[in-house]
């Protein structure tokens, strides 16, 4: 049929596949929220249709307005958000429940995506490279003080469609060695972290002496880049201890292991893993995992839900959830670079950018690579909040990869 021509069908029928397994998963750990999943997901369809039959310029138009709706929404929180599981990042209406975080990412690839397609836009220009930052970082910095540090995080994110864009990969080397030596320094006394840092920096600098021009300005940034590392490498321990018990706790595990802490923050990774290896190759089958339906993971059906996968479905059944995701994720990058408006692509980037950030940080969460942080598996995950907002996403870029491949241009 010729209106069909334009639908991301690969696409399409991988979302439908995650969203359908996913609502089977939450059945098998409690059925009444199972339901209540199959409702989201019937909503979001709905929701889907509208965006689907609307202009597909709306959203271009009214990023601005979407983007400071979201912020309010966040900033909302601290008179009048509702405290769950020890975060006040959520708003309670009677039995129904808001996470606005959700939808802020929204809005935050709309208004970059808007702004990066403007003619004056221009990376190598101080104010354009300002401007992008700050749009990124004024919700980024509100979900930090709420605190919710895993959403934060999935704000990293935006820095990958803007390195699309021509941002300078050094920032990503610069974070990575920043995060590096926050890590190291919780592991291994400072001081042999400094002394590395020192041995580190002398021999660059020697193998770049007669590279380089030095003067004021140059010897003060090495200078200063090598005083921020020493004092981010003994500052580390002091941040930990300043941490709020639990999440001190959850970044210890990844040291000393969860069974050091098996009765508070090691508890829920504990049976995860258990859940995952009992799995085995073909795993127990459906609705048969005895870590499952005996309730022994909290919060399973949101963002542990990957461990009852590993149970039930086992090594196999693990693989191809995975493989799915990556394909769907590779499609949505290999679409945004196919569209001819710098609009559509910088909203692809960024959305399939925030599915590999939630993707990535959930399994390594469930399999002890990364502190429990609160982060959803997209689609999968138990919440009305997060299907929506991803299905939101979705089906605002397939409606502009659609309008894409239609155009005359």
Known sequence: MKWTEGIDKLGLG?????????????????????????????ISLVVGLVIFVGRSKFFENMSGIIYIGGVLLLVG????????????????FGSFTMQPVEFAKIGTALMLSNYVSGPDFNLSNRKSLLTALGII??????????????SMLVFIAFFIALYREGL???LFGIGFVFAGVFLVSLAIPPLYVVLTILVIAGGWIAMNYYRMSWNIISISSIAGSILILCGLAFGSPFVLEKLPKHQRERIEVLYKGEKAFRDTSGYNLLYSKTAIGSGGLLGKGYREGSVTQGKFVPEQETDYIFCTVGEEWGFVGSAVLILCYMIYIGRIYYLAEKQKSTFNRVFGYCFASILLMHFSINLGMVMGLFPTVGIPLPYFSYGGSSLLAFSIMTFIFFKLNYSDKNSLV
Do not use: T
């Open 168 to 170: 300078s990969g050094w």
């Open 77 to 92: 929180l601290f008179p009048f958000g509702k405290e769950i599981l020890g975060q006040k990042n959520w708003y309670k």
């Open 14 to 42: 991988l979302y439908f596949l995650l969203c359908i397994f996913a609502i089977a998963n939450i059945y098998s750990v409690d059925q009444k929220l199972g339901e209540k999943q199959l409702l989201f997901f019937c």
């Open 137 to 150: 970082g004024i919700p980024a910095v509100v979900v930090l003080a709420i605190p919710d540090v895993g």
